[in-house]
């Protein structure tokens, strides 16, 4: 269960215990009101026939009907919580469902990483896609800031200097984490300039894995389309064709909402183990 998901079960189970306990005090109201209304109306009635004061008469039955209608309010009140109690389990039942369903989803026999090489102004970003993506693989691993795990598919959220180096206190190039990593898959995952990754892929080093650098994420949609890439490779494809089908290149092939990315192919038709 993802951190959003758990915050919304928590509201919800917080709810549920809020509208149980209103329900049982309207509830108690409404036994009382009830169980005054039908007394003070049998003792008008019971009055009226024995010819009793008229001032009496009337006060209980004015009494009696405003009983009754506050009998009837909380009624009211007892069923809206009822339905706000009904479709609360209904959306917890959902959540119970969904995690099931992420529970039975096939899983990539392989390590994803992601290394936060610029602090905690990237963690909510790390966070979301961590929790996306992570659960295709068995393992995920997101380690402290400015720590590289070890991981067959590795996203870094790093700003690449001009001469494409990564910015730190000791410059190096996405190649260098690739050889120390042996990374097959590496993903620049925050936005750069088109200059500086041009620059970074031409730096040198072992030219073992694909290398993705990014220019703009587009929002939501760069965990779309790595969730999905991830899964038409789970499915068989090489990561190469998943990549066309996703993000052909030819003119007007990608969507308009696509994330601007460049690919640097140099691992090849790298594919996924099947279990």
Not at 142 to 160: C, G, K, M, N, T
Request: charged share 20%; with cysteine; proline share 5%.
């Amino acid at each position: 269960m993802n951190s959003e998901m758990l915050k919304r079960w928590e509201s919800l189970t917080s709810a549920a215990a809020d509208d149980a306990r209103a329900a049982a005090q309207w509830t108690q109201i409404r036994r009382m009101l009830g169980v005054a209304s039908a007394s003070m109306l049998f003792a008008f009635v019971a009055l009226t026939l024995v010819n009793a004061a008229v001032g009496i008469t009337l006060t209980l039955l004015v009494l009696g009907v405003m009983t009754g209608i506050g009998t009837a309010w909380a009624y009211h009140e007892v069923s809206t919580l009822g339905r706000q109690a009904e479709a609360c389990q209904q959306e917890m039942q959902a959540i119970i469902e969904a995690v099931e369903q992420h529970e039975k989803a096939p899983r990539t026999p392989l390590a994803i990483g992601f290394a936060n090489l610029c602090g905690p102004e990237m963690d909510d970003l790390v966070r979301q896609d961590a929790e996306r993506l992570g659960p295709l693989f068995m393992r995920a691993r997101v380690p402290a800031h400015q720590q590289i795990p070890s991981a067959e598919v590795l996203f870094v959220y790093a700003r690449l200097n001009e001469d494409g180096t990564l910015q730190g206190p000791k410059p190096v190039g996405v190649r260098q984490i690739v050889q120390a990593t042996h990374a097959a898959i590496v993903v620049v995952a925050t936005p750069n300039s088109a200059q500086s990754i041009r620059n970074a892929i031409g730096l040198r080093g072992p030219r073992s894995a694909n290398l993705v650098f990014t220019i703009d994420r587009q929002g939501d949609s760069f965990g779309r389309f790595f969730r999905a890439l991830f899964e038409k490779m789970q499915a068989g494809d090489d990561m190469l064709s998943a990549w066309a089908a996703l993000a052909p290149q030819h003119a007007g092939g990608a969507s308009p909402d696509a994330p601007a990315t460049i690919l640097a192919a140099e691992g090849g038709k790298i594919a996924f183990p099947r279990d």
